[in-house]
């Protein structure tokens, strides 16, 4: 099957979701078009045909080097070629300065199209950010222009065996050099694209610990180690495995070795101990990036699912043969799997242009993208599990055969829950921090501003259960609010994408499909939301009723 | 990671929800813990040894001949000393006779330990009992104590490519011999350890249709086809490849063709063109048994998720460094697979109760095993998908990583909404028939045994809601039943399981664990339950205001 970008739902979200005309300084609407254009030829082109060849050979360990599967390496130069790295860059080193929400329809793309490859410019934009926001200007003069070209792709140093949700256990060690540099010693885990055969350069943002810093995240550092040192040698870093996964297969997941020879060469971005904060950059963009995989798996799930469902006959209707996609029930599978990709994608969107605002001053913008990562990162990629689940049963016994595709959706997507904070720490920031930011008026706002513009009964039931069950988690001990974070966090996601695919569903270029999928999403997600509300407010007590090894 | 088996739960669910004491010539209080202690040795100590190993090496396809991975043979010996195959098959055929909820014991253990092992006994005891209810004497005598025993195990061929969840399409033709005898030309797929180094015979009971049939499922028959004919002959049949699967690597999933040299011989099972009743006595023993997977399955993850988050250290409670399974929404998630493993056995198990006291002259029971065989087939195998996949949530990165075992879990469970009957199919059998069985009595007994009961008011609210959409439903146009039938599906097995392990916790023997998961269960699990409401009534109408097509 050939994946199709969806270049006009993109355009409707972004004209009816994030409503990128309003944008000060934002894109004319030939420019949207022809950027949506170029990222679609890009991923169908590029991107698409190497995605089960990718799934299949996979990245390979030899020896300290990664070989990436036949094809992307060509496939990256025509990323990099067509400037696509540059595309929301800042302007001052290089980029285009176009919109985040532009940038998140490429990676929908992209994400659709091959996610395995879609991961190694997705973490150079991350870095891109930390080191705008966070590096010294010398820092952005030497790196910043081939990271935003895409010459030297960008990995994020952050897991170690010992501290994975739990980063403020880091124990990497950084030790000054006199010339203003660093020599970094340490193991690193689950360092996507860490090593690789499609440049020459890479380089590494890489949390460590300098000699006297406070214990946990507040004594953390960020410092950058390239690859290649300036002076063309190789630094004292090393990819020492990769790991065997359940998907993601081209996509390298290496241990990384910093200093087995005296220490590898770095150079600290922000200050000393203000590592978490260059982190978080990092990881907000990220986060978001990774709903963003959820969308596009969902995307691809649901194209190869309803082309195989009209093209596979079986049964009978009014005593004609027909196609399965006929049945009311592979219809209905087919048309969650639209809507749920639709409220995704609008949910998503909608964050990222959240952050164009703020960017562009506005700061009630600002909030919101916070109030929202969380929400877009853990709901997204749970829906992109669901879909692609989905999207194996609607193929029946083929499904589950590997040549089809379908079981390959739904192994990839499964990452997307776990990595860049699990959902279930999209959870806790969600109840923790964001519920509570700005003395709870950036989430207050975001209720009020549904109420004022849903007329859907059930939207409005669901946003008064949202509002109850907010009240109740802010009353609540620590321990009870955590206990309801995770459905809280679900109803939360659908009474937003809800709001927002209503809104895409009344726009005047609004199709059928679009209404289709926004009647079938209000008239069913939204209810199953509803029922979560008591799982929301259950309280802790009863979790902890028994000790949890009497679970087993 | 060991697995070990969960003789308490078995026997506190065969107590408390089967009543096995209560079983007209059941077996007494020693046997049952004879049986639950001998399934739990056999599962420990042969079957979960060779999970992962039979993950990893697989069934392997070499010129018609399929070696199983290292060490199934001595386990399928082991199996087969041991008597296991004869637990529940007739007494005059060398069966022990006892309960199929013994049986079920078993299996779920064998699921847990190594489900991709144990799919072989599984086929084995639908063709016992197929063969029992449907063939000649002759075939009794000639066939039937070796499957009992083991020696011969047997498989179902029901599938072509043009033939799947429509098997009235099946094109397998089967021509008469002078000597009573058919010869069988056609092509199969999907045949589970249709080819194996276990044994030297291999007895396939194939569906086919004779020369001037009627058309669709009325016009097919079944036959017995063995790999080795009575005079010891290779018979005319042969394993053309097998499929490469997204899991349950270790079990030949087989592409069979009979008759390339003029025909297989085999015998019909059953009046000619009867094959559809006796199809469907090895289906709904399938259907019971695949549901038992999913639970099977849910325990293995479960236990391992408990056994990770209890070794696992991150993060601090109290200031004091902890194991992950202290954290709320972790305990939430061990908890949850508890319960919903805890469920589904329970509802499991209840039906293969059904089924015994049927068996025993019990009318209403066969009606009751009726209406609730697709509710233990789908909703089993989804819980079965959704704790597996909460497993890999718990381990973080580590769950996928195939190392660490969590991946394999959610990659066997996928297969279990989708064999013997997608969980679609289940949905409409029992909107279109389970619904109306006996009037409409069989459905309505149930509902009334669980009002009479159940002192839960949350269950009490889902049951009145099961009420509403089963009324509803009834009056429907069938499009709008099966629109709907999915979510109703959910609705009245969360139900059924809810009404059942609040028994469980109610029982004098239930432990703190038992009380705790059904407390989950009708806190938690039930609300949900009710949010689908809306979907089982939402009717077909929204499902086709546009063509799927448009979908894409």
């Given at each position: 099957?050939?994946?199709?970008?969806?270049?006009?739902?993109q355009r409707?979200t972004l004209d009816s979701v994030v409503k990128i005309s309003e944008l000060?300084?934002g894109p004319d609407s030939?420019m949207v078009?022809?950027v949506l254009?170029?990222?679609?030829?890009?991923?169908?082109?590029?991107?698409?045909?190497?995605?089960?060849?990718?799934?299949?050979?996979?990245?390979?360990?030899?020896?300290?080097?990664?070989?990436?599967?036949?094809?992307?390496?060509?496939?990256?130069?025509?990323?990099?070629?067509?400037?696509?790295?540059?595309?929301?860059?800042?302007?001052?080193?290089?980029?285009?300065?176009l919109p985040f929400a532009l940038?998140a329809a490429?990676?929908?793309?992209?994400?659709?199209?091959?996610?395995?490859?879609?991961?190694?410019?997705?973490?150079?934009?991350?870095?891109?950010?930390?080191?705008?926001?966070?590096?010294?200007?010398?820092?952005?003069?030497?790196?910043?222009?081939?990271?935003?070209?895409?010459?030297?792709?960008?990995?994020?140093?952050?897991?170690?065996?010992?501290?994975?949700?739990?980063?403020?256990?880091?124990?990497?060690?950084?030790?000054?050099?006199?010339?203003?540099?660093?020599?970094?010693?340490?193991?690193?885990?689950?360092?996507?694209?860490?090593?690789?055969?499609?440049?020459?350069?890479?380089?590494?943002?890489?949390?460590?610990?300098?000699?006297?810093?406070?214990?946990?995240?507040?004594?953390?550092?960020?410092?950058?180690?390239?690859?290649?040192?300036?002076?063309?040698?190789?630094?004292?870093?090393?990819?020492?495995?990769?790991?065997?996964?359940?998907?993601?297969?081209?996509?390298?997941?290496?241990?990384?070795?910093?200093?087995?020879?005296?220490?590898?060469?770095?150079?600290?971005?922000?200050?000393?101990?203000?590592?978490?904060?260059?982190?978080?950059?990092?990881?907000?963009?990220?986060?978001?990036?990774?709903?963003?995989?959820?969308?596009?798996?969902?995307?691809?799930?649901?194209?190869?699912?309803?082309?195989?469902?009209?093209?596979?006959?079986?049964?009978?209707?009014?005593?004609?043969?027909?196609?399965?996609?006929?049945?009311?029930?592979?219809?209905?599978?087919?048309?969650?799997?639209?809507?749920?990709?639709?409220?995704?994608?609008?949910?998503?969107y909608y964050?990222f242009g959240?952050?164009d605002r703020?960017?562009?001053?506005?700061?009630?913008?600002?909030?919101?993208?916070?109030?929202?990562?969380?929400?877009?990162?853990?709901?997204?990629?749970?829906?992109?599990?669901?879909?692609?689940?989905?999207?194996?049963?609607?193929?029946?016994?083929?499904?589950?055969?590997?040549?089809?595709?379908?079981?390959?959706?739904?192994?990839?997507?499964?990452?997307?829950?776990?990595?860049?904070?699990?959902?279930?720490?999209?959870?806790?920031?969600?109840?923790?921090?964001?519920?509570?930011?700005?003395?709870?008026?950036?989430?207050?706002?975001?209720?009020?501003?549904?109420?004022?513009?849903?007329?859907?009964?059930?939207?409005?039931?669901?946003?008064?259960?949202?509002?109850?069950?907010?009240?109740?988690?802010?009353?609540?001990?620590?321990?009870?609010?955590?206990?309801?974070?995770?459905?809280?966090?679900?109803?939360?996601?659908?009474?937003?994408?809800?709001?927002?695919?209503?809104?895409?569903?009344?726009?005047?270029?609004?199709?059928?499909?679009?209404?289709?999928?926004?009647?079938?999403?209000?008239?069913?997600?939204?209810?199953?939301?509803?029922?979560?509300?008591?799982?929301?407010?259950?309280?802790?007590?009863?979790?902890?009723?028994?000790?949890?090894?009497?679970?087993?």
């Amino acid at each position: 099957m050939s994946f199709t970008a969806p270049v006009r739902d993109q355009r409707l979200t972004l004209d009816s979701v994030v409503k990128i005309s309003e944008l000060a300084n934002g894109p004319d609407s030939e420019m949207v078009d022809a950027v949506l254009e170029g990222a679609a030829a890009l991923a169908e082109g590029e991107f698409a045909p190497l995605s089960r060849s990718g799934d299949t050979q996979g990245a390979r360990w030899d020896n300290g080097a990664v070989t990436t599967p036949r094809g992307f390496k060509q496939a990256w130069n025509a990323f990099v070629e067509g400037g696509w790295m540059t595309l929301a860059a800042p302007e001052h080193h290089g980029g285009q300065g176009l919109p985040f929400a532009l940038s998140a329809a490429l990676m929908d793309n992209l994400n659709a199209a091959n996610v395995g490859f879609a991961l190694c410019p997705m973490l150079s934009m991350g870095a891109i950010e930390a080191l705008e926001q966070h590096g010294s200007e010398e820092l952005k003069r030497d790196y910043l222009p081939k990271i935003v070209s895409g010459e030297w792709p960008a990995t994020m140093n952050l897991t170690e065996p010992q501290a994975g949700s739990d980063v403020g256990a880091l124990k990497t060690r950084a030790e000054p050099n006199p010339d203003g540099s660093w020599r970094i010693t340490g193991t690193k885990i689950f360092i996507t694209y860490g090593e690789h055969d499609l440049s020459e350069q890479i380089l590494h943002l890489v949390l460590a610990r300098t000699h006297g810093s406070p214990e946990g995240t507040r004594g953390i550092s960020l410092f950058l180690v390239p690859k290649i040192l300036p002076d063309g040698s190789r630094n004292d870093l090393r990819c020492v495995s990769i790991e065997h996964k359940m998907g993601i297969h081209a996509s390298p997941t290496c241990v990384m070795s910093y200093g087995d020879h005296g220490g590898a060469t770095g150079w600290l971005v922000g200050p000393e101990n203000g590592g978490m904060a260059a982190m978080f950059t990092m990881m907000n963009n990220a986060r978001l990036n990774v709903g963003l995989q959820g969308v596009g798996i969902a995307e691809a799930a649901t194209q190869r699912a309803v082309a195989y469902a009209l093209d596979r006959k079986q049964g009978v209707r009014n005593r004609l043969p027909v196609a399965i996609a006929e049945h009311p029930d592979v219809r209905r599978m087919l048309l969650r799997m639209r809507a749920l990709t639709m409220g995704a994608r609008a949910l998503a969107y909608y964050a990222f242009g959240q952050v164009d605002r703020g960017v562009r001053g506005d700061p009630q913008a600002v909030l919101r993208a916070d109030v929202l990562t969380p929400l877009v990162k853990a709901w997204c990629t749970d829906v992109g599990c669901e879909v692609a689940s989905l999207g194996v049963q609607v193929h029946g016994g083929m499904g589950y055969i590997e040549e089809t595709g379908a079981a390959q959706h739904l192994r990839d997507a499964r990452i997307a829950p776990i990595y860049e904070g699990t959902n279930g720490i999209q959870a806790a920031d969600l109840v923790g921090r964001k519920l509570g930011l700005d003395g709870g008026l950036a989430f207050d706002e975001l209720i009020a501003d549904i109420e004022a513009e849903t007329q859907h009964p059930g939207l409005i039931a669901l946003t008064d259960a949202v509002e109850i069950a907010a009240a109740s988690l802010r009353e609540a001990a620590p321990d009870d609010r955590l206990a309801g974070s995770y459905p809280f966090l679900t109803m939360c996601s659908v009474m937003t994408a809800g709001w927002l695919i209503e809104r895409m569903a009344l726009s005047e270029q609004a199709d059928g499909r679009t209404k289709a999928a926004a009647d079938y999403f209000l008239s069913v997600v939204v209810p199953e939301a509803l029922g979560l509300g008591a799982a929301a407010e259950v309280g802790a007590a009863l979790l902890y009723t028994v000790p949890a090894e009497e679970l087993a």
